[in-house]
């Protein structure tokens, strides 16, 4: 059973960074795609970035592209979302997730209902306030 633990939360003010993780345990990840989810305060949760576990091809959320950066380390199992200039609307609970390419992707991206992603992490808080 694949499980998802994400880390790396905090609060920083506008423009500054932060380095989510997302460590996976109990499977391979191959044919997977792996992604980002946020949801803030009285807002649905919204797709982010999702990364291809083997040919690396990434999608970003227009609210977050040219700030975010998503990437793998194979060697350890583990999904980073890097995050420079934050603002305070990036303000909400971060959660990794996985599935098959095609679903995560789609979820991702907004054309498929995330009910159908199967793993999900625990989520972790990024407040950005000045």
């Known amino acids: 059973q694949l499980q998802l633990v994400e880390s790396g939360g905090g609060s920083v003010h506008p423009g500054g960074s932060l380095r989510l993780s997302c460590a996976t345990s109990?499977?391979?990840?191959?044919?997977?795609?792996i992604g980002w989810f946020r949801q803030a305060p009285g807002k649905e949760r919204e797709g982010v970035s999702c990364?291809?576990?083997?040919?690396?091809?990434?999608y970003y959320a227009d609210s977050v592209k040219g700030r975010f950066t998503i990437s793998i380390d194979k060697t350890q199992g583990t999904i980073y979302l890097q995050m420079n200039s934050l603002k305070p609307e990036d303000t909400a609970v971060y959660y990794c997730?996985?599935?098959?390419?095609?679903?995560?992707?789609?979820?991702?991206?907004?054309?498929?209902?995330?009910?159908?992603?199967?793993?999900w992490g625990q989520g972790t808080q990024v407040t950005v306030s000045s």
């Open positions: 990364i291809n576990y083997n040919d690396g091809k990434t």
């Open positions: 109990g499977a391979t990840l191959n044919y997977y795609g």
């Open positions: 997730a996985v599935d098959w390419d095609g679903t995560l992707f789609g979820a991702v991206r907004g054309g498929l209902d995330q009910k159908y992603i199967s793993y």
